[in-house]
């Protein structure tokens, strides 16, 4: 236990362990596919930004009928399946590159495929982790795997510039394939017992039910709803402006890969920070006040963005910025996080954190090809700008009262309004 917390238990560990290889084969591979679009295929603006938006438009689409079919499945397995998954289609970009067919179509292709197992193994593991902690413990666990997110963005990148330095532009995408091959021992490795989920026989004709439960259970939760507009809003509005601001830095800018890799891995030591500081402030101040003042403080400092310019100032602007965004990132996530999966019944938790994930990737593709095609009609930097402005509005999107709870409650009970 630290500080009076209980700990998440052994079983957490090697999920801890399987989601801290994954992570840090997506830090090597940082932006590896705008970066190749860019530097090898020579794609502008336009097409780097649809890239990001049809890759996970369309792996949304896919995903949307897995989840009632995984909800009803061994979660582990399922989880070491999207791990195998990944790896497959990630190391078919090697493979091309390597024979000189790599094209922009088996790109999006492999965005497709990589999307929706992501969505897939998040929905999964999100009910193999409500399973395997008890919930005095979630927060801590949550916190635990949002700092080893941070910590493979801190070590991920540099290590990824020099990979491709050494080796090449796709030695960070091979590597990242290699680490779900580690996640998925890391799963098999978890001892306990699964056992398999009965679907009860009065359900088994509603497909379409099964569906739409994600939404509908989102969406009629007081607390639940305006949290999920507002994620998937800011996430959307901060992901449209990644491609652009790519292009703006290693294109007129003059940034070099290495450079732009180190701007945004310096700074995520604020989400590590934020992540381990997140289970104190809760137990200080309570969930719901953490989720206000983070939430409200994580928009207020991309708007900063557009006024990068070049040279070591302007690098030393885009740390700066992002030290600030990601360090309330870093608090707001795991509470966000433990607080659905407490107010989520455990057999409808695939299904709910799959529309989650579906409806943000659905808005971030969307909201990723209009800033494409603003930054075509208007210029990158000024793109950038307007989503930095939108960002300011969103906290009137979260829930100003948690009503039913004790307003200092540590992110332990159930909400009494929980259905």
Request: proline share 6%; aromatic share 6%.
């Amino acid at each position: 236990m630290a500080g009076g917390r209980p700990a998440p238990g052994r079983d957490f560990r090697w999920l801890w362990a399987a989601y801290g290889a994954s992570a840090l084969g997506t830090g090597l591979a940082f932006s590896a596919f705008p970066l190749l679009a860019i530097t090898v295929l020579h794609q502008g603006a336009a097409e780097v930004a649809s890239l990001a938006a049809v890759g996970a438009a369309v792996g949304a689409a896919v995903a949307v009928p897995l989840g009632p079919w995984v909800e009803f499945r061994r979660k582990r397995s399922v989880m070491i399946a999207m791990d195998l998954v990944r790896c497959a289609a990630l190391l078919s970009v090697p493979v091309a590159y390597a024979l000189g067919r790599l094209g922009l179509a088996q790109l999006l292709l492999v965005s497709v495929v990589v999307a929706a197992a992501d969505i897939t193994f998040g929905a999964a593991a999100g009910a193999c982790l409500k399973a395997l902690v008890r919930p005095e413990a979630m927060v801590t666990a949550q916190a635990r795997l949002e700092s080893t997110t941070w910590t493979a963005t801190v070590v991920g990148p540099p290590l990824g510039g020099a990979l491709v330095a050494l080796l090449g532009p796709v030695a960070t995408v091979a590597a990242d394939a290699v680490s779900y091959l580690l996640s998925a021992a890391g799963i098999r490795a978890i001892r306990g017992r699964e056992p398999r989920p009965q679907r009860e026989k009065r359900e088994k004709s509603a497909r379409f039910g099964d569906l739409v439960e994600g939404w509908r259970h989102i969406l009629a939760h007081p607390l639940l709803r305006p949290l999920f507009l507002h994620t998937v809003l800011v996430n959307g509005l901060i992901m449209a402006t990644a491609p652009l601001l790519a292009v703006l830095m290693l294109g007129p800018l003059g940034f070099t890969p290495w450079q732009y890799g180190l701007a945004f891995a310096v700074p995520c030591i604020g989400g590590l920070v934020g992540a381990r500081l997140a289970p104190g402030l809760v137990d200080r101040f309570g969930r719901h006040r953490v989720l206000l003042v983070a939430g409200t403080l994580r928009v207020c400092w991309p708007v900063g963005l557009v006024f990068v310019r070049p040279g070591v100032g302007g690098l030393l602007l885009v740390m700066a910025v992002e030290l600030a965004l990601i360090t309330c990132i870093g608090v707001f996530n795991p509470v966000f996080a433990a607080h659905r999966l407490r107010v989520t019944e455990t057999g409808r938790v695939v299904r709910t954190l799959t529309a989650w994930s579906v409806t943000g990737k659905a808005v971030t593709a969307s909201l990723t090809a209009l800033w494409g095609l603003l930054a075509g009609l208007i210029g990158a930097r000024e793109a950038i700008g307007l989503a930095g402005v939108l960002l300011l509005a969103t906290p009137l999107l979260l829930p100003r009262h948690e009503a039913g709870t004790d307003p200092r409650a540590d992110g332990v009970r159930v909400l009494q309004d929980t259905p």
